[in-house]
């Protein structure tokens, strides 16, 4: 395991941009997720990384060394790819093994036969190692790809939203297994995905695309807790933070335009009132869709909270995060 | 309820759609079935009128396919007694056998060139194929069409020049100039084929490769190849197919050494009258690796074994 520093680095697809100007250093052994949306250059990211692509300009550093002039297979990087490219033509067992039979590992042969049994019943998919890989369901099909990366120990596993195909039973008994597994290796991982709960719940940093550009870098709780902008503040948070203007309440410094409220900071009972349009009762908590001078506004109460659509609830913001008019945080 | 079903063909049309292809199977063998049973009739039987549907079937035309004969006189033969089954057939008309023909060579070139020219155009087609897929040429599209405008004449319209070119360069009747020959005229074929059966290949399974620990020819060697079998396969078959039955070259080309099975067969009837059991034996002959080829490669021909391990 290694650890892997960006330093500067921007790429552009004709007149698109990729990623523009990244700097950034995943520690050995760390667990990194990237956030953004669609086209805000996560893929592009760890295709840089593993030398699927090459950069613009700037530099990638694995474990000490510049690997701007090395192939894939030279960089020493594990992928999995959102697209799980099984090798059609090979059985299970041979698609796990493959990578270890590469002439750069060139792994003996009772070697490769624990390491793929080991893989496969953590993957529980020990049943399918005869099996042809086109013979699978979607989900076996991932974590056969997600095996093909897990046999080997490279310096740094990429992988592009991989649990984003299964089923959610699945997907957060794998996300167990994958926090663990990096834990016991000390492995390091750069992870993309668009699921809060993955980011919060197995990243140590978080890193934040838009439009190229990692806007933040830190651990999960900074992120969450003390975003920089609007932009980064609306990624993290289930229901989404709450974005209004910042009369609607009053009170705020000057320069202060919006105002952010995570549904929790919310306090009720005093402040301005607000229609209630919506109750959604969760099991362990109630969410309220709200109206105040009409913005959207959902907040959490009690699970076994009495309101009614058409009731009215006094609202008022309990440290909220204030935003410029460009969106750049204001402390 | 009726058993209506969305997929399944009804009675009707499985049945139209059977006899459709008893009626084509018919009209395209029974000319091939005629041409294996004329060999294994006497001459008399081949061109009797109305035509022999049972016959006593001889080896005639294969002895006579594979020999030369000489005719002797009666003492000579009778000083002689034959030695072999295919002596005393020979017998019958007061002849010996003096010597094996020429068709064992001339096959023999057959297979030569023809596989030569098949494996040298696949072997080309796939390199050329991957290269116009995989990564930026230039001019790729304007090169793609040149290639492909190559097929635009009949072949034998530059048969005069490749004579005058083929002699000053020694390569008439020689077995490299009729593969590469025979290459030149398949390979556009080749490319244009194999191109569509590898640009149907994800590129991620490449990538998957490369970062596996892969080179990129070792990575075109492992994944791609196998994923491009089907194509390779049945381009490899048309390729075989045309070099194997060329005939307007092989006549201008060679005469000798080189010559091949098409060239030859219908000499046969110049030696010793009609022979049409010959004929048709040196035709069925020929056919037969051309068949062998198809049936064992015809499991390849089947195609989706190789998609859907990527979600699009």
């Given at each position: 395991?290694?650890?892997?520093?960006?330093?500067?680095?921007?790429?552009?697809?004709?007149?698109?941009?990729?990623?523009a100007?990244?700097?950034?250093?995943?520690?050995?052994?760390?667990?990194?997720v990237?956030?953004?949306?669609?086209?805000?250059?996560k893929?592009?990211?760890?295709?840089?990384?593993?030398?699927?692509?090459k950069?613009?300009a700037?530099?990638?550093?694995?474990?000490?060394?510049?690997?701007?002039?090395e192939?894939?297979?030279?960089?020493?990087?594990?992928?999995?790819?959102?697209?799980?490219?099984?090798?059609?033509h090979?059985?299970?067992r041979?698609?796990?093994a493959f990578?270890?039979?590469s002439?750069?590992?060139?792994t003996?042969?009772?070697e490769?036969?624990?390491?793929?049994?080991?893989?496969?019943?953590?993957?529980?998919?020990?049943?399918?190692?005869?099996?042809?890989a086109?013979?699978?369901?979607?989900?076996?099909?991932?974590r056969?790809?997600?095996?093909r990366?897990?046999?080997?120990?490279?310096?740094i596993?990429?992988?592009?939203?991989?649990?984003?195909?299964?089923d959610?039973?699945?997907?957060?008994?794998?996300?167990?297994?994958l926090?663990?597994?990096?834990?016991?290796?000390?492995?390091?991982?750069?992870?993309v995905?668009?699921?809060?709960?993955?980011?919060?719940?197995?990243?140590?940093?978080?890193?934040?695309?838009?439009?190229?550009?990692?806007?933040?870098?830190g651990?999960?709780?900074?992120?969450?807790?003390?975003?920089n902008?609007?932009?980064?503040?609306?990624?993290l948070?289930?229901?989404?933070i709450?974005?209004?203007?910042?009369?609607?309440?009053?009170?705020?410094?000057?320069g202060?335009?919006?105002?952010?409220?995570?549904?929790?900071?919310?306090?009720q009972?005093?402040?301005q009132?607000?229609e209630?349009?919506?109750?959604?009762?969760?099991?362990?908590?109630?969410?309220?869709?709200?109206?105040?001078k009409?913005h959207?506004?959902?907040?959490i109460a009690?699970?076994?909270?009495t309101?009614t659509?058409?009731?009215?609830?006094?609202?008022?913001?309990?440290?909220?995060?204030?935003?410029?008019?460009?969106?750049a945080?204001?402390? | 309820?009726?058993s209506?079903?969305?997929?399944?063909?009804?009675k009707r049309?499985?049945w139209?759609?059977?006899?459709?292809?008893?009626?084509?199977?018919?009209?395209?063998?029974?000319?091939?079935?005629?041409?294996?049973l004329?060999?294994?009739?006497?001459p008399?039987?081949?061109?009797?009128?109305?035509?022999?549907?049972?016959?006593?079937?001889?080896?005639?035309?294969?002895?006579?396919?594979?020999?030369?004969?000489?005719?002797?006189?009666?003492?000579?033969?009778?000083?002689?007694p034959p030695?072999?089954?295919?002596?005393?057939?020979?017998?019958?008309?007061?002849?010996?056998?003096?010597g094996?023909?020429?068709?064992?060579?001339?096959?023999?070139?057959?297979?030569?060139?023809?596989?030569?020219?098949?494996?040298?155009?696949?072997?080309?087609?796939?390199?050329?194929?991957?290269?116009?897929?995989?990564?930026?040429?230039?001019?790729?599209?304007?090169?793609?069409?040149?290639i492909?405008?190559?097929r635009?004449?009949?072949?034998?319209?530059?048969a005069?020049?490749?004579?005058?070119?083929?002699?000053?360069?020694?390569?008439?009747?020689?077995?490299l100039?009729?593969?590469?020959?025979?290459?030149?005229?398949?390979?556009?074929?080749?490319?244009?084929?194999?191109?569509g059966?590898i640009?149907?290949?994800?590129?991620e399974y490449?990538?998957?490769a490369?970062?596996?620990?892969?080179?990129?020819?070792?990575a075109?060697?492992?994944?791609?190849?196998?994923?491009a079998?089907?194509?390779?396969?049945?381009?490899?078959?048309?390729?075989?197919?045309?070099?194997?039955?060329?005939?307007?070259?092989?006549?201008?080309?060679?005469?000798?050494?080189?010559?091949?099975?098409?060239?030859f067969?219908?000499?046969?009837?110049?030696?010793?009258?009609?022979?049409w059991?010959?004929?048709?034996?040196?035709?069925?002959?020929?056919?037969?690796?051309?068949?062998?080829?198809?049936?064992?490669?015809?499991?390849?021909?089947?195609?989706?074994?190789?998609?859907?391990?990527?979600?699009?």
């Amino acid at each position: 395991m290694a650890e892997v520093i960006l330093k500067g680095l921007s790429k552009s697809f004709g007149t698109d941009v990729g990623i523009a100007d990244v700097s950034m250093t995943i520690p050995d052994g760390a667990f990194v997720v990237l956030l953004g949306p669609t086209g805000a250059g996560k893929t592009t990211t760890l295709r840089l990384i593993s030398g699927l692509e090459k950069a613009d300009a700037g530099e990638v550093w694995i474990g000490g060394r510049n690997v701007g002039a090395e192939t894939p297979a030279q960089r020493d990087v594990a992928m999995v790819f959102q697209q799980y490219s099984l090798y059609p033509h090979l059985s299970v067992r041979d698609n796990l093994a493959f990578p270890l039979k590469s002439p750069i590992l060139n792994t003996p042969v009772d070697e490769i036969e624990r390491k793929v049994a080991e893989v496969a019943s953590v993957l529980q998919i020990s049943h399918k190692l005869d099996n042809k890989a086109t013979a699978l369901s979607g989900g076996e099909m991932q974590r056969v790809s997600i095996g093909r990366a897990l046999v080997r120990e490279p310096s740094i596993y990429l992988m592009d939203e991989p649990l984003s195909s299964l089923d959610a039973k699945l997907r957060t008994d794998l996300r167990v297994e994958l926090k663990r597994i990096q834990a016991n290796l000390g492995a390091t991982l750069l992870y993309v995905t668009h699921d809060q709960i993955e980011a919060m719940t197995m990243a140590t940093h978080v890193g934040v695309l838009n439009e190229g550009r990692l806007v933040q870098y830190g651990t999960p709780r900074e992120i969450y807790e003390n975003p920089n902008s609007l932009y980064v503040a609306s990624r993290l948070g289930l229901p989404r933070i709450n974005i209004v203007p910042a009369d609607v309440f009053g009170g705020m410094p000057a320069g202060v335009t919006q105002i952010g409220m995570r549904p929790e900071h919310i306090h009720q009972g005093e402040g301005q009132e607000a229609e209630v349009q919506r109750v959604e009762h969760l099991g362990d908590q109630a969410r309220l869709h709200l109206v105040l001078k009409g913005h959207a506004i959902t907040t959490i109460a009690d699970p076994h909270t009495t309101y009614t659509p058409g009731a009215h609830i006094k609202i008022a913001p309990k440290n909220p995060l204030c935003f410029d008019a460009e969106g750049a945080r204001i402390s | 309820m009726s058993s209506f079903s969305v997929t399944e063909p009804s009675k009707r049309s499985k049945w139209f759609a059977g006899t459709l292809v008893i009626v084509y199977a018919l009209i395209t063998m029974v000319p091939l079935a005629w041409i294996m049973l004329t060999g294994f009739k006497s001459p008399a039987d081949a061109i009797s009128y109305p035509p022999k549907v049972l016959f006593e079937p001889t080896l005639e035309g294969y002895v006579n396919l594979f020999t030369t004969r000489t005719r002797q006189t009666d003492e000579f033969l009778a000083a002689n007694p034959p030695q072999t089954w295919y002596d005393e057939i020979v017998r019958e008309y007061d002849m010996v056998i003096a010597g094996p023909s020429k068709f064992g060579e001339r096959f023999l070139n057959s297979v030569i060139i023809g596989f030569g020219s098949t494996f040298l155009s696949i072997f080309l087609g796939t390199l050329a194929a991957y290269a116009f897929s995989r990564f930026k040429i230039p001019l790729a599209d304007d090169l793609l069409f040149f290639i492909l405008s190559t097929r635009m004449m009949p072949p034998i319209a530059v048969a005069i020049p490749i004579f005058l070119m083929y002699r000053q360069l020694g390569l008439s009747d020689t077995h490299l100039g009729m593969i590469l020959l025979y290459t030149g005229v398949n390979i556009s074929l080749a490319v244009w084929l194999l191109k569509g059966f590898i640009d149907e290949i994800p590129l991620e399974y490449e990538e998957a490769a490369l970062i596996d620990g892969y080179t990129r020819f070792q990575a075109f060697y492992k994944v791609v190849l196998p994923q491009a079998a089907t194509g390779i396969a049945s381009t490899a078959i048309f390729c075989l197919i045309f070099a194997w039955n060329e005939y307007a070259f092989a006549v201008l080309l060679t005469s000798g050494t080189a010559q091949t099975a098409p060239p030859f067969i219908p000499t046969i009837i110049g030696v010793g009258g009609l022979d049409w059991p010959a004929v048709a034996a040196g035709a069925t002959i020929f056919l037969l690796p051309v068949m062998i080829f198809t049936i064992l490669l015809r499991k390849h021909l089947l195609r989706g074994i190789t998609f859907g391990a990527v979600r699009k």
